[in-house]
């Protein structure tokens, strides 16, 4: 059976440690992922925090734990979570990409960033699934990385998991601007706004909208001031589908913990 292709909102760095409802949906979705199609023998992973010019897979055999922020609690640093990496997937994806006429470029180097290895911490704990890392552009437009996604598309018959993984709204400084908001803060109504568009658009494949969705989504520009963390749910549609989203929650206020799966296999998931 298909395996669907994911976008999943990682949240602040805080959230491997202070998961609140996305912690047990994400618990919940790695063990429906195989009771409803089969786990995956390998996950192509990318993150909104794994950016480059030209598109590049890290195909290391065995990946480490990367801690791309600071000014946290000791504690986050203390976790870990080393897969081993997916280097004879490396040369598939490749494969998929040069025949679409994309770049692409593999290197024999590894590393999670914590868009990767949270959600995964929750859905596969004991670090057992094979990681292939897909770095991208983040000044390709929303329809090249659909089409991106598209290229890959195959890989979900083959036994892998497509993830994307960023944050369906991510504007920090409405986080961080004068104080930082409680963690279970009330939505402020331009965030409601924007993902209810979304999650809309999605369900009904309106890609035309949702690939222009800069200009007409409301809120966008509030919502992303820059795209990087929204980027990667182009790739997962592309590679799936329609739209379905699995679960929505919220952290201070404005930082949407939406989910979404795509394709005809997303339903078995909701």
Same mark, same amino acid.
Not at 70 to 88: T, V
Not at 187 to 208: G, H, K, Q, T, Y
């Given at each position: 059976m298909t395996i669907a292709p994911l976008f999943l909102s990682h949240g602040s760095p805080m959230t491997a440690l202070e998961p609140g409802a996305t912690g047990p949906f994400w618990q919940q979705l790695g063990t429906a992922i195989a009771a409803t199609?089969?786990?995956?023998r390998a996950?192509?992973?990318?993150?909104? $925090?794994?950016?480059?010019r030209e598109p590049v897979l890290l195909a290391a055999t065995? $990946?480490?734990?990367?801690?791309? @922020?600071?000014?946290?609690?000791?504690?986050?640093?203390?976790?870990?979570?080393?897969?081993?990496?997916? !280097?004879?997937?490396a040369a598939r994806v490749a494969e998929l990409l040069r025949g679409a006429g994309l770049p692409v470029h593999s290197q024999a180097e590894g590393g999670l960033d914590h868009g990767i290895w949270t959600p995964l911490r929750f859905m596969w704990p004991a670090a057992d699934m094979p990681v292939l890392p897909l770095a991208f552009p983040p000044d390709w437009s929303p329809a090249r990385l659909f089409a991106l996604g598209q290229a890959l598309a195959p890989l979900t018959d083959e036994g892998v998991l497509v993830l994307g993984s960023g944050s369906i709204t991510h504007n920090l400084r409405l986080v961080f601007a004068n104080s930082r908001p409680p963690l279970d803060a009330p939505?402020?109504?331009?965030?409601?706004? @924007?993902?209810?568009?979304?999650?809309?658009?999605?369900?009904?494949?309106?890609? !035309?909208a949702l690939l222009d969705y800069r200009r007409q989504a409301p809120h966008a520009v509030l919502m992303h001031p820059t795209d990087e963390h929204l980027l990667p749910f182009f790739i997962a549609a592309g590679a799936g589908g329609t739209g379905r989203r699995l679960h929505?929650?919220?952290?201070?206020?404005?930082?949407?913990?939406?989910?979404?799966?795509?394709?005809?296999?997303?339903?078995?998931?909701?």
């Open positions: 199609a089969q786990k995956p996950i192509l992973a990318l993150s909104a $925090h794994s950016l480059t065995q $990946h480490h734990t990367v801690h791309d @922020f600071s000014g946290f609690p000791d504690a986050l640093y203390q976790l870990r979570y080393d897969a081993p990496g997916a !280097p004879e997937l939505e402020i109504a331009e965030c409601a706004a @924007f993902r209810r568009w979304f999650a809309e658009r999605a369900a009904a494949a309106d890609w !035309p929505q929650s919220l952290t201070y206020g404005c930082l949407g913990m939406d989910a979404y799966a795509f394709g005809e296999s997303a339903a078995a998931l909701g």
